[in-house]
Protein backbone atom coordinates (compact mmCIF):
# COMPACT_ATOMS: atom_id res chain seq x y z
CA UNK A 1 0.00 0.00 0.00
CA UNK A 2 1.11 3.78 -0.62
CA UNK A 3 1.68 6.29 1.79
CA UNK A 4 -1.86 7.17 3.53
CA UNK A 5 -2.48 10.06 5.48
CA UNK A 6 -4.13 9.70 9.14
CA UNK A 7 -6.10 11.83 11.69
CA UNK A 8 -6.75 10.55 15.01
CA UNK A 9 -9.00 12.37 17.06
CA UNK A 10 -8.91 11.49 21.01
CA UNK A 11 -8.80 13.90 23.94
CA UNK A 12 -6.38 11.31 25.43
CA UNK A 13 -2.81 13.07 24.35
CA UNK A 14 -1.19 9.86 25.41
CA UNK A 15 -3.48 7.31 23.44
CA UNK A 16 -3.09 9.17 20.57
CA UNK A 17 0.72 9.28 20.60
CA UNK A 18 1.26 5.78 20.84
CA UNK A 19 -1.73 5.06 17.99
CA UNK A 20 0.31 7.65 15.85
CA UNK A 21 3.45 5.52 16.46
CA UNK A 22 1.66 2.15 15.60
CA UNK A 23 -0.13 3.93 12.45
CA UNK A 24 3.62 5.43 11.31
CA UNK A 25 5.26 1.92 11.32
CA UNK A 26 2.77 0.63 8.90
CA UNK A 27 3.54 3.19 6.58
CA UNK A 28 1.13 6.43 7.72
CA UNK A 29 1.42 10.12 7.93
CA UNK A 30 0.01 10.65 11.00
CA UNK A 31 -1.43 14.41 13.07
CA UNK A 32 -2.92 14.06 16.60
CA UNK A 33 -5.65 16.32 17.76
CA UNK A 34 -6.95 16.72 20.93
CA UNK A 35 -8.67 19.93 19.93
CA UNK A 36 -11.97 19.58 18.10
CA UNK A 37 -11.50 22.75 16.09
CA UNK A 38 -8.27 21.88 15.50
CA UNK A 39 -8.97 18.53 13.88
CA UNK A 40 -12.19 20.24 12.04
CA UNK A 41 -9.60 22.64 10.39
CA UNK A 42 -7.14 19.91 9.66
CA UNK A 43 -9.86 17.80 8.08
CA UNK A 44 -10.36 21.16 5.78
CA UNK A 45 -6.85 21.63 4.58
CA UNK A 46 -5.87 17.74 4.33
CA UNK A 47 -7.61 14.68 2.76
CA UNK A 48 -6.87 12.19 5.14
CA UNK A 49 -7.11 8.62 3.98
CA UNK A 50 -8.70 7.69 6.87
CA UNK A 51 -9.92 9.52 10.23
CA UNK A 52 -9.59 7.71 13.61
CA UNK A 53 -12.30 9.65 16.68
CA UNK A 54 -13.33 9.23 19.68
CA UNK A 55 -17.07 9.97 20.12
CA UNK A 56 -17.73 9.66 23.34
CA UNK A 57 -19.47 13.11 24.93
CA UNK A 58 -16.65 13.46 27.08
CA UNK A 59 -14.47 13.70 24.47
CA UNK A 60 -15.89 16.43 22.31
CA UNK A 61 -15.28 15.53 19.10
CA UNK A 62 -18.94 15.14 17.97
CA UNK A 63 -18.82 18.95 16.05
CA UNK A 64 -16.27 17.07 14.23
CA UNK A 65 -18.46 14.19 13.46
CA UNK A 66 -21.01 16.43 11.64
CA UNK A 67 -17.93 18.77 10.17
CA UNK A 68 -17.03 15.27 8.30
CA UNK A 69 -20.59 14.18 7.42
CA UNK A 70 -21.15 17.47 6.10
CA UNK A 71 -18.55 18.57 4.12
CA UNK A 72 -16.78 15.24 3.37
CA UNK A 73 -17.44 13.91 -0.06
CA UNK A 74 -17.69 10.56 1.32
CA UNK A 75 -19.32 11.41 4.10
CA UNK A 76 -18.16 9.18 7.46
CA UNK A 77 -16.86 6.48 4.47
CA UNK A 78 -13.08 6.86 5.61
CA UNK A 79 -13.64 7.63 9.93
CA UNK A 80 -12.90 4.51 12.00
CA UNK A 81 -14.32 4.80 15.62
CA UNK A 82 -12.43 4.23 18.86
CA UNK A 83 -15.34 3.93 22.13
CA UNK A 84 -15.74 2.79 25.41
CA UNK A 85 -19.26 2.92 25.11
CA UNK A 86 -21.48 -0.41 24.75
CA UNK A 87 -25.13 0.92 24.37
CA UNK A 88 -26.40 -1.05 21.41
CA UNK A 89 -28.50 2.21 20.73
CA UNK A 90 -25.34 4.84 20.42
CA UNK A 91 -23.05 1.81 18.86
CA UNK A 92 -26.04 1.56 16.06
CA UNK A 93 -26.55 5.47 15.34
CA UNK A 94 -22.50 4.97 14.52
CA UNK A 95 -23.16 2.39 12.38
CA UNK A 96 -26.22 4.24 10.62
CA UNK A 97 -24.04 7.35 10.16
CA UNK A 98 -21.87 5.45 7.53
CA UNK A 99 -18.79 5.05 9.94
CA UNK A 100 -16.32 2.62 8.47
CA UNK A 101 -15.90 0.73 11.70
CA UNK A 102 -16.28 1.09 15.07
CA UNK A 103 -13.88 0.00 17.37
CA UNK A 104 -14.33 -1.32 20.88
CA UNK A 105 -11.40 0.04 23.81
CA UNK A 106 -9.64 -1.06 24.85
CA UNK A 107 -7.57 -1.09 21.36
CA UNK A 108 -4.81 -3.48 20.61
CA UNK A 109 -2.33 -2.26 18.14
CA UNK A 110 -3.11 -5.00 15.64
CA UNK A 111 -6.12 -3.80 15.85
CA UNK A 112 -5.87 -0.68 15.24
CA UNK A 113 -3.55 -1.10 12.31
CA UNK A 114 -5.98 -3.63 10.47
CA UNK A 115 -8.95 -1.19 10.85
CA UNK A 116 -6.95 2.12 9.49
CA UNK A 117 -5.48 0.12 6.96
CA UNK A 118 -8.59 -1.32 5.94
CA UNK A 119 -10.26 2.69 6.09
CA UNK A 120 -7.32 3.57 3.78
CA UNK A 121 -7.16 1.18 1.09
CA UNK A 122 -11.16 1.70 0.90
CA UNK A 123 -10.75 5.23 0.50
CA UNK A 124 -7.85 4.58 -2.49
CA UNK A 125 -10.70 2.24 -4.13
Known sequence: MSPFKVLIAD???????????????????VDVCQD????????????YSAILVEPSPSAGFQPLLDH??????DG????????????????AELARSGVFR???KPLTPAVVREAMLACAAHHDE
Open 11 to 29: DNADLGWLLAGILRRAGAT
Open 36 to 47: PDVAIANSDQTD
Open 68 to 73: LAANRT
Open 76 to 91: LDSVVVATTESDPAFR
Open 102 to 104: ILK
